[in-house]
Every structure is written in C-alpha cells, then in structure tokens.
Antibody
Framework: EVQLVESGGGLVKPGGSLTLSCAAS????????MNWVRQAPGKGLEWVSS????????YYADSVKGRFSISRDNAKNSLFLQMNSLRAEDTAVYYC????????????WGQGTLVTVSS | QSALTQPPSASGSPGQSVTLSCTGT?????????VSWYQQHPGKAPKLMIS???KRPSGVPDRFSGSKSGNTASLTVSGLQAEDEADYYC??????????FGGGTKLTVL
C-alpha cells in the first residue's frame, strides 16, 4: 500500500520560513513525479508545485513562484517544500500527492500538514 | 488563471442520480482531456474518483461516471448512497504544466 506522510507544519510569523517533508513508502518513489497541493481553511484545493521523477523539471503556481522551492531525495524516498517569505494567505493544509498515470491527476494523497502564518 | 467554476452545493435522495458540473475555458477544460474529480470527506484527504474525463481508478464504484462537453465537465453519481455525501472537486490541466482546481461542490444526500 502506498503511504505518504507529511510533516513539518506549524505556526510561523509573516515573512518567516518553513520546510515541509513527505515520506513515501510502498512505491518506487524514483519513478514518479510528485506534487504539493494546499487547502486553506474552509476553502478549495490549490495546486502548488510539481517535480519530475528525477528532479530535473520543476513547476510552481504563480502564487508561490519565487518564494517556495520543491525538491526531492530519491535515495530517502522523500519530498520537500521549502517555503520562504510566508504570508497569511499561505495558511493551509499542505498535501503531498503522487502523479497518477501521467494524467495530471493526483493519487494517492497524504493526510496533510497544517501551516499557519500569523503574528 | 482563474479557478474552475463549480456550484457550491447539490443534493439528492438515496437511490437518485445527481450530476455535478465544472466549467472552465477553452484554455483548460475545453482544450485537454485531463479533467479529474476528487471526493473529500470532512477532515480527510481528497480521493481520486475520475481521471482523464471519464476513467475510474481501480476500486471506485461504477456509480461514478464522468463526461465533458465543450468547456464543461460533469460528474454523475448514480444510485446515491449516504456515504457519497462529501465535497467534490474537479481539476483540469491548463497548459504549461499547471493544474487548476474548482472551488468544490458540497453534495448532500437528503
């Protein structure tokens, strides 16, 4: 069974930084593109960033471009999201999720980690 | 680019069918057959129900079906059951390796 477990969320002040991690198991991690998707409290889903299986190709939503950095360590089956210059509007549950069959769909999803940006 | 448009709520009685809509533009839904649907129960992570407009991943009941016409995609849930009550989100590839989501529809089983 594929499992994705996020960690690293918490309370951070505006302008601060935080790094999220996602530990993957039950899959050949190095074979899949991975993604971060977030959900603000009571709101809908928002795609944040994607990284190809080798890490060569990286993409960001305009809302986080220049502030967030996605990376991965295939030897450790891990995905990361470095978040800098955090804003109140970045407050959300951040989900780690795998590409599904090259279809721009996401499956499965982790349980999410909450990031709260507040003074 | 703007999020896809979904009605905020929908409802149906057990056993009935309900269709949820997802409206985009000719730059996303209308231009690619990469529309997906996700089910999310309160406090839980989303679950993929439909990919590539109409494909059901393994384990998803055949009561769930997807379609697309022009810039609008649809998810139909047939034979409504109590456990189908959840939030449903659509998504579409929008070019340049970007994915757009809809705002979600809360489905209530009466």
């Amino acid at each position: 069974e594929v499992q994705l477990v996020e960690s690293g969320g918490g309370l951070v002040k505006p302008g601060g930084s935080l790094t999220l991690s996602c530990a993957a198991s039950g899959l050949t991690f190095s074979s899949y593109s991975m993604n971060w998707v977030r959900q603000a409290p009571g709101k809908g889903l928002e795609w944040v960033s994607s990284i190809s299986s080798t890490g060569r190709y990286i993409y960001y939503a305009d809302s986080v471009k220049g502030r967030f950095s996605i990376s991965r360590d295939n030897a450790k089956n891990s995905l990361f999201l470095q978040m800098n210059s955090l804003r109140a509007e970045d407050t959300a549950v951040y989900y780690c999720t795998r590409d599904f069959v090259l279809s721009f769909a996401f499956d499965p999803w982790g349980q999410g980690t909450l990031v709260t940006v507040s003074s | 680019q703007s999020a896809l448009t979904q009605p905020p709520s929908a409802s149906g009685s057990p056993g009935q069918s309900v269709t949820l809509s997802c409206t985009g533009t000719s730059s996303d839904v209308g231009n690619y057959n990469f529309v997906s649907w996700y089910q999310q129960h309160p406090g839980k992570a989303p679950k993929l129900m439909i990919s590539e407009v109409s494909k059901r991943p393994s384990g998803v009941p055949d009561r769930f079906s997807g379609s697309k016409s022009g810039n609008t995609a649809s998810l139909t849930v047939s034979g409504l059951q109590a456990e189908d009550e959840a939030d449903y989100y659509c998504s579409s590839y929008a070019g340049s390796n970007m994915v757009l989501f809809g705002g979600g529809t809360k489905l209530t089983v009466l």
